[in-house]
Structure formats: C-alpha cells, structure tokens
C-alpha cells in the first residue's frame, strides 16, 4: 500500500519528544495517529536542508548530512550566510529565484553547480517557505496556502527552506519542459472513454516515466478505506488489483498532508533520519514545518509496514477531487532502492494532476446529467401536487414518482390519510416500526445504511430493509425509501482486523505494522447501498416542496403550513451598531393563515435592509404568495445598489411577468450611513411604501413621529408601471424605527388612524426600554385578547457603532 501511519517526528531512538506524546514514549501502533508529521526534526539523507532566514539570507538551521552535500560542516555553516555556505554563484541563484514574482514551488528546482573542492556537483535546489504566525502550534501555513491550522495570527516573518538533492547523471528534462514529456499520455487520457482506461492509462505512464517495480492507483471510499483499482507492474510481481486496505493504514493527519504537499518519495526504507541543527527553529523556538518539504523525513513504523511488505522504495502522488484527497499513485520499488530526479517526480506529478482534473469533469459530467433528471421528476412532482382532485399519495408514487428521485427497492408514503406504496411490498408492521423510528430520530431527513446494526430493537429483517431515508412529516405522516441488504465480499490486503504484530524488544513488547499482506476476504453483511449526499440535499428540498403542498392543500394541515410560514422568517443580522426585535404573532382563528412577513438582511455593502408586508387575503393561497414574494424580493435587493423604490418597481414588474396574480402592501427601508454621518451619530433611513402603513420613529428625547408620506402609494400588484416614490428621513443615535402590519392597529371598532395613535402613544411610554421589551409591550397592549389578524413586526434600536 502507500503512506501508511505516517507518525511525526522521527529519531534514531524512535522515541517521542513532541508536546502530542510523553516524553521518551516510543512511537508505535498505539499512538502513531497522534503524532505531529509535519515537524518530524529530521530529513531523509539522499540531500541536505538549510532553513534561511530573509531577507538577510542567513543560514539559521541545517541537517546534519550538509557535508555529504556541500562539504561544508553543519556547525561551521550555521549563522552564515547562505553565499558563503554554497558559493556567490549558487546563492545568487536562489536569491534570484526566490525573489522573483509568483509562486515560489513552481520555479523548482533551481539547477546549481557547487564546487566541492575543485570538483563541480550538479545538484537540484528546492525551494519554499514557512510563514511563521505569533501562536506558531500546528502546521505553519504556506504563503500561498494561509488556510492550515484554522484561524491564523498576524505573519511574523518567514524563512526560506532550501532543499538540495544531488543530480547526478544527465537530467531527464527541465521543470518547464514536464508538459513535453508527457504529452503523449496527456493526449490518451483526452481519448479514454472510461473510468478504468483512465487509470490504467496513468499507471502505465507513471511506471515508464519513474521505473519504479510496481505502480497502483489507490482509492478512497467515503470512510477512506482504500481499493486498487489499476496497477502496472514488473511481470514476476504477484497482483495486487482489487485488493483493499483499512482507512487507519493511512490516518488523518497524514492525508491532511497528501492534500497539501502532492509527492512524497522515500528512496531507502532503511535510511538512517539526518537530525535538523538546532532542534527547533530560532525564529519560533519551535520545530520547523516541513509539510511542503520533499525530505521530510517519515514515520519509523511506516518504513516498517514497508518493509514488511518487501519494499524498499516508494513514492506516492495524490488524487484531489477540489481540495479532497480522491486517492493515491502508489509507487513500490522491490530491488533496491530508487530515487527518481526531481523533474523526472514532477512530471509525474503533472500526470497525477492532470488525471485529477479528469476524474473532476467526469463527476461533475455525471452528476449534471443526473441532477437534470432528478430536477425534472421534482418539478413534475410539484406541479403535479397541485391537483387537489387526486390523492397526494399517489401522485408521488406514479410515474416518474419517487423511485425516479431517489433509487431504492421500495417507498411507501402517509399523507393526508391516504397511504401507498411502489418497489418490493413491505409487510405493514415493518412499515410501523421505520415510520416510528424515524419520527424519534428528530431530523428533516433520517437516513441509516445499516438499520440492523444502529436499531436492532426494531428487529427489522435486514433483507428487506437495511438502508432507510425517511422524511417524518407533521402528524403522523412520512416517506420512506427502503434499500435491502447488499451483502458482498472484500478482498483485504491481510486481514483488517489484525493490523498489527506484537514484537519484543528487550523486556519490551510494542505493536508494529502487520507482516501478512496475503488476500483475505470478507464478507460483508447488514448494510445497503450507501445514500448519497446529493440524495441527502434532493431529498430535503423534496421535503420543503411536500411542506407547501400540504399547505396549499387543505385548512385542515394549516398547523404545518404556518410551521413553513415561521421557517421563511429567519433571525435578523446582528451588526455591531444596531439592536433588533423581530416578532410574528399569528390570528387567534388557528384556521386563518395569512400572508403577513417581515425580513431583515445586510447586503454587502454594509447597509442594512428592513422589509415588511402584507399580502392581501388570509388563505394558504395568501401564505403561499408571500412566501414568492419574499424570495423575489430577496433575490432583487441583496446584491443591487438599487434603490427602495426601484426594488419595489421591479418587484412589481415580477409579479405582473411571473402571472403571480396576487397584491400586497410592502415597505421597504434602508439604513445607511457614510464615515462622516457615522462619526456624527446619524443614520439615514431610504424607504418607499407600497400601499403599506407608514414607519414610527422615536427619537432619543422619546417624541414619536409617524414617517407618513404625502400621497398614497398603490399596493403591488395593481399596475406594474406606477410610480414608486422614495423619501429619506435622518435620524440620531439612539432613535428607535418600528415597522408592522395591520394586525398590531386595526380593529373592528377601531379604523387605522386611531390604532396608529395609539402605538404612538403607547411608544412614547416606553423609551429607553430594549427594543425586545418594546416590541413585546406594544404587542400586550395593543392585543390584550390576541390577534385578530396575523402581526409581523420590525424594530430596530440606532446604537453607537462599536469597533
């Protein structure tokens, strides 16, 4: 196999000095996953490291082995310079190299000749840098890769790590020649027609261009368990095609690594680790990271999983699906050890890239004729949903019908009473059982590939349903996709139960890797097909549009649908220089459902919009179309720079084009300030009103004023070419804006203007409260029997920015 259990720094003693072990604890199975490779302290010894500090390009750190090299004694060249250390004519060429424009690594290697007594040594110079970060505890992030470690601190300085390999003999091609030599595997893989010609297209490359005994390409499944799918190899080497092997033989941390650093050659499993002088860095007083380095040195254990194998060389390349690591080229060298140049290493690399590319457009090629299809039935389903004159059961469950959305053996669905099923029939106590089980689960979707072995208690047979999605639904109602269990044989690379050997050291005894790599087959039983992740996220939008035809399709589910009303009216923004209050109260009648909504966003300029409406009527219908508008509406103000009024005059035009056949009275208001309004403790309020009640303002002082224009404005819906005007009002810090609907003023013995006078006169009793309490206030008050009508409401405190 390739990098299995690489473990972090590795020493002659093999013990652990690292703050993830005890001091002394030595490194084997029992605790190899958690030790820190990328700060091994010591290089593989085929070159020599120097870590130079810039930009004075001194020589601050270097392996031990720099003699081998250079010629020059580790001790005498540390705090020199690096011109002193190489040769002026050397030096300068890293200096220029890595002071030119762009990405240092794809300038590799830089081609020196050093003078070793007289003698010219060709070598290739490999270069990158270490960004150090003031908390400097993990993997330092790469100037080009800021993203390892998780939240970075401020970049102190760098260091420039030079790696040299000797290059003896003639160099295959230089760096920027790799595409030349690779043209002709480049054009094949455009020609192959299938996944496996893909593959076996790029071992037999990687093998010719390398020499390496034996090349396989490894792939993860979704647990990181690895098959080989294709290998070329020397003809007197036995198979290993087909054969898998456990995810702990590569752990986390070490594919964290293949995702960033995408070659890694160990040319001698049994090479003795050149240490790194000092031990830790002086610029950090820590070990140098050496995630992008090509010497790294490697776990001792690993070195021994080779070993065992009868490796005696290896280099792996990854596979990356966008930033995920897909898979390995596993390269194995059986007769000596090997070490392929670096451009000879980098060409194959730029196979490995290209097939990555590849297997990226084939995916996406087969998950967008896919994803087609399933919109497709989706959005016959959804229109079909429609039909209030047949059952929803069955609709869902014809052709095309939910089989066609998700795969399954069966799928029964209960909805509005009516019950049904398609695929293979499942006795109904089974169908109790799943449609319990899932309902306590709790999620919008529960989905399980292995329902023997997560609910035993059901006694399920997994035969009939081992894998289970399933949509619990208001009421007692549900779908649910059933997949029988696929029962089927692994070939193992040894038995994956018994990955490691017990080997006495002394008094001592530790684990290390396994020695048997025969063919072990398993039989694999309770489990199905897996559910995919996009089957997961068709399935929950399913979900949403079963949500609104339920709603949509009888009063008497109208519990469910104002469940949908309240998820579409989300938690506003939290700015540091504005206070919300957000409330909805729906009408006492729980029956009468209405379009009332409220919105709150930030776009990304910084200003804040504040959004409410109405739409006319109180029927599903009426919720149903505000829940359009909101969305058009959302969608035609968040990115624009368009003013209120013309985002009212667009959405207007919408609903005229779209045949929405709906009115509604909106307002739509902006808050946003410039520095200087800023600084001055102002807030401009842009707002235009469609036919909707006007905004209330309570200054500091506590006054109230009622932003009522001068004309009426007409309700969307009405005419799509009418003029929208936009006022503009500015307020001082601390000022208070409450939006609302017609549910918080009017009443039967009670017109508008009157309810209006009055949330005036109870606002103005209640300044210097929260907004919170504000808003709950007004609402106790003013509807002390509850709401006749629904209510949504807006209120928004103008604080001091912060920061």
């Known amino acids: 196999m390739t990098d299995q259990v690489q473990t972090g720094r590795v020493q002659t003693d093999e013990t652990s000095t690292s ?36 930009p004075d390009m001194v020589v601050r750190q270097v392996s031990r082995n720099l003699v081998d090299v250079v010629g020059m004694a580790w001790d005498d060249a540390l705090g020199r310079p690096l011109a002193e250390v190489l040769g002026v004519p050397a030096a300068g060429a890293v200096a220029r190299s890595a002071s030119a424009f762009g990405d240092l690594r794809e300038r590799n290697p830089v081609e020196l000749i050093l003078d070793c007594d007289g003698t010219p040594c060709p070598v290739d110079a490999i270069l990158h ?19 390892v470690g998780g939240r970075l601190t401020p970049i102190a300085a760098t260091t420039l790590v030079v790696e040299l390999e000797p290059a003896s003999g003639p160099r295959p091609f230089s760096f920027p020649n790799t595409y030349q030599a690779v043209r002709g595997t480049i054009v094949e893989l455009n020609r192959a027609t299938s996944l496996p010609q893909l593959y076996d297209i790029t071992t037999q490359a990687v ?56 070659i890694r ?118 229109a079909a949903a429609l039909d209030e004159e047949r059952p929803l059961a069955d609709t869902l469950l014809g052709r095309p019908g939910l089989l066609d959305v998700v795969p399954a053996d069966s799928v029964v669905v209960n909805l509005q009473g009516t019950s049904g099923a398609a695929g293979v029939p499942l006795p109904a106590e089974v ?33 009939l349903a081992c894998g289970v999605m399933a949509i619990p639904l208001p009421e007692g109602q549900y779908v649910i996709w059933t997949r029988a269990e696929q029962v089927h044989s692994v070939d193992w690379g040894g038995d994956p139960h018994n990955k490691a050997i017990a080997e006495r050291e002394g008094y001592t005894v530790r684990l290390s890797p396994r020695k048997s790599f025969d063919r072990w087959r398993e039989v694999v039983r309770n489990r199905s097909e897996p559910w995919q992740p996009t089957q997961c996220a068709e399935v929950e939008d399913l979900r949403t549009n079963l949500l609104e035809a339920l709603y949509a399709r009888s009063r008497r589910v109208a519990r469910t649908a104002l469940t949908l009303q309240r998820s579409l009216l989300s938690e506003p923004p939290d700015p540091d220089h504005l206070d919300f209050a957000v409330r909805y109260e729906p009408a006492a009648r729980e029956s009468q459902v209405g379009g009332d909504w409220y919105d709150v966003f930030t776009q990304p300029d910084g200003s804040t919009m504040l959004v409410i409406g109405d739409v006319v009527g109180h029927d599903t219908e009426a919720a149903a179309s505000m829940g359009q508008l909101r969305g058009l509406l959302r969608g035609i103000a968040f990115a624009s720079s368009e003013t209120p009024a013309e985002v009212l005059s667009r959405l207007d035009r919408a609903i005229e084009g779209l045949q929405l056949r709906t009115m509604a009275s909106v307002l739509v208001g902006r808050l946003e300030q410039t520095p200087e309004e800023r600084e001055r403790g102002l807030t401009r309020m842009r707002w235009s009103n469609a036919g909707h009640l006007p905004p209330v303002v309570q200054a500091p002082d506590g006054s109230v004023q009622v932003l009522d224009g001068p004309h009426p404005e007409l309700l969307l819906g009405v005419s799509p070419d009418a003029p929208r005007r936009e006022h503009v009002t500015t307020m001082a810090r601390g000022s208070t804006v409450l939006l609302y609907t017609d549910g918080l003023v009017e009443r039967r013995d009670q017109v508008f203007d009157e309810g209006v006078a009055r949330l005036c006169a109870e606002l103005g009793t209640l300044a210097d409260r929260p907004v919170g309490e504000i808003a709950d206030a007004l609402i106790t008050r003013l509807l002390p029997d509850g709401a006749e009508d629904d209510v949504a409401l807006i209120a928004v405190r103008l604080n001091e920015q912060r920061g």
């Open 431 to 463: 169908v109790t059982a799943l449609a319990r089980w899932a309902t306590e689960q709790g999620g919008d979707v529960v989905t399980t590939d292995r329902l023997p072995l997560v609910a035993p208690q059901l006694a399920v047979p997994a035969e």
């Open 19 to 54: 703050p993830w072990l005890a001091p002394g604890e030595p490194v084997d199975l029992t605790n190899c996953e958690r030790e820190p490779i990328h700060v091994p302290g010591s290089v593989q010894p085929r070159g020599v490291l120097l870590a130079v500090s810039e």
């Open 207 to 262: 093998r010719a261009l390398t020499g390496f005994d034996r090349v396989m390409l490894y792939r993860f499944d979704a647990e990181y368990n690895g098959e080989v799918v294709a290998e070329a190899r020397a003809p007197e080497l036995n198979s290993f095609l087909g054969l898998h092997y456990p995810a702990s033989d590569i752990p986390a941390q070490a594919r964290a690594l293949y995702e960033k650093n995408w």
């Open 129 to 147: 840098r270490v960004s150090h970060r003031a908390d400097d505890r993990g993997p330092a992030a790469h100037p080009d890769d800021p993203s």
């Open 265 to 382: 050659l160990i040319d001698d499993v049994d090479y003795t680790p050149s240490p790194l002088e000092p031990v830790d860095l002086p610029a950090t007083g820590r070990p140098l990271d050496l995630t992008y380095s090509t010497l790294r040195s490697v776990s001792p254990i690993h070195c021994e999983y080779l070993r065992n194998m009868g490796v005696r060389a290896s280099m792996s390349i990854s596979l990356l699906q966008g930033d995920r690591l897909w898979g390995l080229i596993a390269c194995h060298h059986y007769t000596g050890t090997h070490a392929p140049p670096y451009a000879t290493r980098a060409a194959a690399e730029f196979l490995g890239s290209t097939l990555s590319l590849r297997l990226v457009d084939r995916a996406e090629d087969e998950e967008h004729r896919r994803a087609l299809q399933v919109r497709s039935t989706m959005a016959w389903l959804t």
